[in-house]
């Protein structure tokens, strides 16, 4: 094998980039970092009155995309820091049973009744957020941290944070949806 093709087969081969990634000690980096306002999904079903949802309502959709380096990992824990309109909301998802490889996924979500509560009477929009943080732990220890917009390491650590309105994919109506895009969600 010629050196120009051993270096074009390590460069195209993932599975040898996350080898070498892991050599490095970094396990786990955060690749991307996105913010959507979607509407609730509407389902049809039979058997008792139906309730449309409003379709003007919008919830945040914060997904995070990562890269894993073990060949397994049974679980890590992804917290999310999301700034908006001077409020720093916080929570929590564990993921479990990660295979190596790239474009792995986490997602989290703020509901529009929790958004109107911090909004104060202003219309939500993407520029809404200040912004957006996600670290990476592993039994406590943080592998991977990464922010939607420039900032220093750990900026929300000084801030006062709000729990109990950024929920799991599996707390929200949208638990149905997208089951193979996203790690499995571990059962507490």
Do not use: C
Not at 143 to 155: D, I, M, N, V
Request: cysteine-free.
């Amino acid at each position: 094998m010629t050196a120009n093709a051993l270096l074009i087969f390590l460069l195209f081969n993932p599975l040898v980039v996350f080898a070498l990634a892991a050599g490095t000690g970094q396990e786990f980096q955060i690749t991307k970092i996105t913010k959507n306002l979607i509407s609730a999904p509407q389902f049809s079903y039979a058997g008792a009155q139906q309730y449309p949802t409003n379709q003007r309502d919008r919830w945040l959709e914060v997904e995070v995309e990562f890269a894993a380096g073990p060949r397994f990992t049974d679980e890590l824990t992804f917290k999310y820091y999301i700034l908006f309109n001077g409020n720093l909301l916080i929570g929590e998802v564990t993921q479990a049973n990660i295979s190596a490889g790239r474009e792995k996924r986490s997602v989290m979500y703020v509901s529009p009744r929790a958004l109107a509560r911090f909004a104060d009477n202003r219309p939500i929009t993407t520029n809404s957020f200040q912004n957006i943080a996600v670290q990476i732990t592993q039994q406590g220890a943080v592998k991977a941290e990464a922010s939607l917009a420039r900032a220093q390491p750990g900026w929300f650590t000084t801030m006062a944070q709000v729990s109990g309105f950024v929920l799991n994919k599996d707390q929200t109506p949208f638990a149905p949806l997208y089951w193979d895009r996203y790690e499995q969600i571990k059962n507490r």
